[in-house]
């Protein structure tokens, strides 16, 4: 499966963004989603993630209740409102599948996009 993400950008603190990620190749409601991040100098974390049919879903502690995981089958596209972002968001986020069920380590998810910069000025 092939992932492309869209949707990053500059915002101010307080400010929100949407992320999208669009898969082609198999089918999409085989797929487990999710996305991750990584800022300069740091690990790549885990930040949501969504099962196949839409339920569960799973947040980082970070963003939990600022940040909202979806998806559309019908349109093969994952996203991630981000609200209230601060400038500790700044990082570059991944979309990431992975058959199955919903995991939170970056080593269960063996199909990546090419990562979308977003950045939280204060």
């Known amino acids: 499966v092939q992932l492309v993400e869209s949707g990053g950008g500059s915002v101010q603190a307080g400010g929100s963004l949407r992320l999208s990620c669009t898969a082609s190749?198999?089918?999409?409601?085989?797929?487990?989603m999710g996305w991750f991040r990584q800022a300069p100098g740091k690990e790549r974390d885990f930040v949501a993630a969504?099962?196949?049919?839409?339920?569960?879903?799973a947040y980082a502690d970070s963003v939990s209740g600022r940040f909202t995981i979806s998806r559309d089958n019908a349109k093969n596209t994952v996203y991630l409102q981000m609200n209230s972002l601060k400038p500790d968001d700044t990082a570059v986020y991944y979309c990431?599948?992975?058959?199955?069920?919903?995991?939170?380590?970056?080593?269960?998810?063996?199909?990546w996009g090419q990562g979308t910069q977003v950045t939280v000025s204060s």
């Open positions: 190749g198999r089918t999409f409601s085989s797929y487990a």
């Open positions: 990431t599948a992975r058959e199955g069920i919903v995991r939170r380590s970056r080593y269960d998810y063996p199909y």
């Open positions: 969504i099962s196949r049919a839409g339920r569960p879903t």
